[in-house]
């Protein structure tokens, strides 16, 4: 397995920006990106890459104002999150190496390895 650290979480207000970044600590391979939990909610995939070809994925929900990339040079993944809503609060997980992305009921096992999660919180 891959570690994982994130970082960059905060506090903003609506329609504030953030960035997440997320360094594992060797290369991977596949799709990797990010999932969020909120309390009393299942883990959702949010935004994906690949590694070898950069193609992108996002929710719905996310599409136009989030933006996941990669720095290959800096081994680091990034998650750019602009104009956020009060309903992205939650807790953002890195995950590398998923076979299988459960975009509204994520598992454990749908990724070979998962960061501790980092806070995001969105106030009106």
């Known amino acids: 397995q891959v570690h994982l650290v994130e970082s960059g979480g905060g506090s903003v207000q609506a329609g504030g920006s953030l960035r997440l970044s997320c360094e594992p600590s060797?290369?991977?391979?596949?799709?990797m990106g990010w999932f969020r939990q909120a309390p009393g909610k299942e883990r959702e995939g949010v935004a994906f890459?690949?590694?070898?070809?950069?193609?992108?994925l996002y929710a719905d929900s996310v599409k136009g104002r989030f933006t996941v990339s990669q720095d290959n040079a800096k081994n680091t993944l990034y998650l750019q999150m602009t104009g956020l809503k009060p309903e992205d609060t939650a807790l953002y997980y890195c995950?590398?190496?998923?076979?299988?992305?459960?975009?509204?009921?994520?598992?454990?096992?749908?990724?070979?390895?998962w960061g501790q999660g980092t806070q995001v919180t969105v106030s009106s």
């Open positions: 060797s290369s991977t391979r596949g799709f």
């Open positions: 890459i690949h590694t070898a070809g950069a193609n992108t």
């Open positions: 995950a590398a190496e998923c076979r299988v992305i459960g975009w509204l009921k994520a598992s454990r096992d749908d990724c070979n390895s």
